[in-house]
């Protein structure tokens, strides 16, 4: 029997478009093999929201996405209506958050996320800053209300570590973890050894949607923070935040350094990792010289990569390339599958 599961889509940009696309290319898999039928009855993008409780068409979404209008002009609109007064008054299953990352305050997002939770609809999110702010307390309330929370998609996009970790590692302890977990920044080292203009390089990362909204969270190690704490409060059972984690990002590496260290056969890339040291963890982001033939010395231009070592699940090493934001689209529905299909 196939289940219909009602949901809001917050944010309509390149991560909710994609979703879009995804949801209406795998209508059919979704319903014959999971037996999930997926029906939009809320949208919002930053000018406001729509709701129709018979469901909106993706395609019909999309086109209006596409020709550069926005939902204020999308019929269905609801004049004056808030995302809160949306989420209060629908009566939905599942919310998918993927509106832009605030590091200040999380906010809208977080005010959007205890929303949905306490009107007990599951939530799948994109945005970290949710997470990254107030994590312990979103799944407190979660546990509280019943609701389930995934956010797959907000490490490395497609990659599955979180999933990996949690459920195909039990009873390991991880001793290290390391990674290059920021495409946009992986994509500029790149070009500049290959002597294009950082300029340049962050360009077509925006031109691809792989950019965040605001840049300098790429640039600058906020991203791959931000991933780290993620990863830090999901399956090392550490609860951290920001202040915790030294932070360096790309703005400082030159295509000097770059070319000197290609000519030995080395490479500069922005590298997390959170070391098992003593009785603790130790967190760092900074950018990091590495052997051409080290596994993240081979994580190119798209790439991002992690390296897992676990006292008895061995090293375990895991890459994805993602120039566009199609597999993070794709881990939401993941996610979303896995919390509606039963
Ligand atoms: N792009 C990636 O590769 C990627 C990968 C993993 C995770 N993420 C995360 O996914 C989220 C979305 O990324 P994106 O690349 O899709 O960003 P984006 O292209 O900038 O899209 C953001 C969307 O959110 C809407 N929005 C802005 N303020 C809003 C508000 N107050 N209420 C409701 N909607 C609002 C925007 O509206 P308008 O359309 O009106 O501007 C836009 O539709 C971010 O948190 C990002 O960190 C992105």
Known sequence: MTKKVKVTIIGLGNVGCNLLQILENKKNELKNSYHVEFSIICIADSSGI??????????????????????????????????????EEINCDLVFEASPVNLETAEPALSYCEKAIEKGYHLVLANKAPLVIAFKDLHEKARYNNVGILYSA??????????????????????????????????????????QSFDKALLETQKRGAAEADPKLDIEGW???NKLVLLANTV??????????????????????????????????????????????????????????????????????????????????????????????????????QLCKY
């Open 154 to 195: 907000t490490f490395c996009g497609g990659l599955p570590v979180l999933n990996i970790c949690r459920r195909d590692m039990i009873a390991g302890k991880i001793t290290k973890i390391q990674g290059v977990f920021n495409a946009t920044s992986n994509f500029i080292l790149d070009e500049m050894a290959k002597g």
């Open 223 to 225: 991203d791959t923070a």
């Open 50 to 87: 729509a709701i129709d409780l018979d469901g909106f068409k993706p395609l019909e979404i999309l086109a209006h996405k596409h020709s550069g209008k926005r939902i204020n002009t999308f019929k269905s609109y609801s004049n004056g209506k808030t995302v809160l007064e949306a989420l």
């Open 236 to 337: 090392l059972d550490v609860s951290i935040y920001l202040k915790d984690i030294d932070v360096q990002g790309i703005t400082q590496v030159t295509a000097d350094q770059l070319k000197l260290h290609k000519d030995k056969n080395e490479t500069i890339k922005l590298v997390a990792a959170a070391v098992f040291e003593g009785n603790n963890y130790v967190f760092s982001v900074k950018p990091t010289i590495l052997s051409l033939s080290d596994f993240l010395g081979t994580c190119n231009g798209w790439e991002m990569g992690v390296e897992i070592h676990s006292d008895i699940y061995g090293i375990s090493y895991h890459k994805l390339w993602e120039r566009e934001p199609i597999p993070t689209a794709a881990s939401m529905i993941r996610d979303a599958v």
